[in-house]
């Protein structure tokens, strides 16, 4: 098989101490010291006021690291990944508990704001973009699984694809059996043009789980966000060095990434 | 990129588990809507409920994935020869070679459904035995399609509301043309659940009797749940005559979480990318199986849409008067079902309703007309301003 190769422009990430690409790349980079800080995401500022209403805490994180890693670029001509294990945890569970309470009823916007594809809808409409999307799930391999999907749509169209990857913790009774510990967006822009661009990156689908790989510190936070698998990446794209990852992806499935700086 | 062959289709819907259950019914003009009986649903409405279920769990070693939207996919799996057309690509390929790439909007959310009706009173926690990542998980579908077909290929669940089934469609076509696979099983699959039932009622778009999309006084959406399920490969693979995926062409509307844009510019934006895609004009298409969903504004938008790039020539409707709107599942079976009007020489004409709506231009056809058809769009829309529009072709 031949690997899909893709150029990594822009860059986001919102996370415990990442407070964002600018402010958190030293940190990444291994250059300054790290520490858990819960992040906040600001309110969506190119979102009209009525939208802005309505966009909650989860959309609100994934929007914050797609602006970020879009500066500089035609926001309104990129296409779209957007992937999320849970999507918006809080929404679907204020909606399963008024269910269950006798004559509990939910509301046409926390319905609307339920879809998976939530943040992307936002997104769009912040960016006054037409430009296709797609959002996915993929469990805890949800950023291998966005980041396949958009490799494999540059290659197919040679257009730049923003990729965002987020998720958010789980309200009672979801988080005791679906663990996410804090919030976390990550995003990036990939396109086939090398100008501008931090790296490079190779792709190979293989078969086989991904080496375990015992992680403290930054890496970490692997284990308390799906998004937050985007981690070794980040660091080696915020350290500009060449690495060979091997991202989790499914039980029986990794994915071996190559990155070489430029 | 393009065209795909599909070597591989299967279909279970209200009307029953086969194609053939549709293909009689649209010849028919047979509905399969029915009044609701799901637990915890709105009064008075009509749903597409797929019959069978209890007879469809999942094989014990994969007993975790036991859940509605999981026996929908296994019905399908068992229909058609899917499964078999399956076996005979994975030999083909190899099982590394084979990618899963489906859409759902709910997955497997009717069991925690039932989880939380279970509990004891007073109990808050989830019971012990539910399964969160085998059923209500997006991924679980995708998961249990995998495992239950000896795959070991790329997986994704693509999840874009109604629009999932056809986005899954087009996704799995670009990972084809990636290099990533050399053939996809992909569609949808969408279950009836609360969520769904109780949220559509919360924006008053449900129908009180059976959709009547198109109809000037049509009155809103009647949900159905269903399967859909594609084999898809390189045309050298496939043996001469099957049918074949054209192009698919995808857009946002930026417009408004829940509302399509009154003219159409995103569904416009799709169709006309579809085109481009399979290199065709819209004269060239011979019909347009419409989303057609049977609310005021889809079907008003769509028909300003499908005017705009397509004039009055050439004729659309909706047949979601047949099975109700299957939402993540409905573009893949639409997709099939467009296939299998081509096969027929078959425009199903709207169900259920007389005229069209006198305010619309576009041609829409309210009764079944015999048509040699070698081309056919099959357009969905959903919330949060997702298009998505395939072209099927003989």
């Known amino acids: 098989m031949r690997p899909l190769r893709c150029f990594v422009g822009g860059l986001s990430v919102l996370g415990p101490g990442l407070p964002g690409w600018s402010a958190s790349e030293p940190v990444l980079a291994g250059l300054a010291p790290w520490s858990f800080a819960e992040a906040a995401a600001p309110p969506p500022a190119l979102l009209g006021p009525a939208e802005r209403r309505r966009a909650g805490a989860t959309v609100r994180f994934a929007l914050a690291a797609a602006l970020e890693a879009t500066e500089g670029e035609d926001r309104a001509a990129i296409e779209t990944v957007f992937a999320s294990a849970n999507g918006d945890g809080a929404v679907i569970g204020a909606m399963m508990a008024a269910m269950h309470e006798p004559g509990g009823a939910i509301s046409p916007t926390q319905f609307h704001n339920s879809v998976h594809n939530a943040a992307a809808g936002y997104w769009h409409i912040a960016a006054g973009s037409t430009a296709p999307s797609l959002s996915l799930g993929g469990h805890d391999g949800a950023f291998a699984a966005g980041l396949l999907a958009a490799m494999s749509s540059v290659a197919a169209g040679a257009k730049p694809i923003l990729l965002c990857a987020y998720d958010a913790p789980m309200p009672p009774p979801f988080d005791a059996v679906r663990r996410t510990d804090f919030a976390f967006a990550a995003a990036m822009v990939l396109r086939v043009r090398p100008e501008g661009a931090r790296a490079e990156l190779e792709l190979a689908y293989r078969e086989g789980a991904a080496p375990f790989a015992p992680s403290e510190g930054l890496d970490a936070l692997a284990e308390g966000n799906a998004a937050a698998r985007a981690l070794p990446l980040l660091r080696a794209l915020a350290g500009r060095r060449a690495a060979v990852l091997r991202l989790p992806y499914l039980d029986d499935a990794h994915l071996e990434l190559r990155v070489a700086p430029c | 990129m393009w065209p795909l062959a599909i070597t591989g289709r299967s279909l279970v819907t209200a009307l029953g588990t086969g194609t053939n259950s549709l293909r009689e019914a649209l010849r028919a003009r047979r509905g399969g809507l029915a009044p609701c009986g799901f637990p915890g649903a709105p009064d008075g409405i009509w749903v597409g409920a797929v019959q069978g279920l209890e007879g469809a769990a999942p094989p014990p070693a994969l007993a975790g994935f036991d859940c509605r939207n999981n026996r929908l996919a296994e019905l399908a799996l068992r229909a058609d020869g899917f499964e078999a057309a399956v076996a005979e690509a994975r030999a083909r390929h190899g099982a590394d070679r084979v990618a899963v790439i489906v859409g759902t909007s709910t997955a497997g ?40 077909l000896g795959l070991a290929g790329p997986a994704l669940v693509v999840s874009t509301a109604c629009t999932s089934g056809a986005r899954a469609i087009m996704q799995a076509a670009t990972l084809i043309a990636g290099g990533l696979a050399d053939a996809a099983v992909t569609g949808g699959v969408d279950s009836l659940c609360r969520l769904t039932l109780n949220g559509f009622n919360a924006l008053e778009l449900l129908s009180p009797g059976p959709t009547r999309p198109c109809a000037g006084d049509r009155d809103g959406i009647s949900i159905g749940e269903a399967a859909g399920l594609l084999l898809l490969e390189r045309p050298s693979d496939a043996r001469p005559g099957a049918p074949l995926l054209l192009g698919a062409g995808a857009s946002s509307d930026g417009h408004h979480m829940s509302s399509p844009h009154p003219d159409g510019l995103g569904a416009v934006g799709a169709m006309r990318a579809a085109l481009a895609a399979a290199g065709f004009t819209p004269a060239e298409i011979g019909y347009v199986n419409l989303h057609g969903t049977g609310t005021r504004a889809n079907d008003a938008m769509e028909d300003r849409a499908v005017h705009h790039v397509f004039g009055d020539a050439v004729p659309c409707s909706s047949t979601k008067g047949w099975i109700g709107h299957t939402l993540g599942a409905s573009g893949a079976v639409e997709a099939i079902l467009a296939t299998l009007a081509i096969e027929d020489g078959l425009i199903p004409g709207c169900l259920g309703i007389e005229a069209p709506d006198p305010a619309f231009q576009a041609r829409v056809a309210t009764a079944n007309t015999p048509a040699a058809l070698k081309r056919v769009m099959s357009n969905s829309f959903g919330f949060g301003g997702s298009n998505c529009s395939l072209i099927l072709g003989a």
Do not use: K, M, S, V
């Open chain 2, 109 to 148: 959310i009717e069991e925690t459904e039932r989880a939380h009706a279970r509990r004891a009173p007073g109990e808050t926690a989830l019971p012990a035995d539910f399964d969160y990542a085998r059923t209500h998980d997006l991924q679980a579908l995708a998961n249990y399609l995998r495992a239950r």
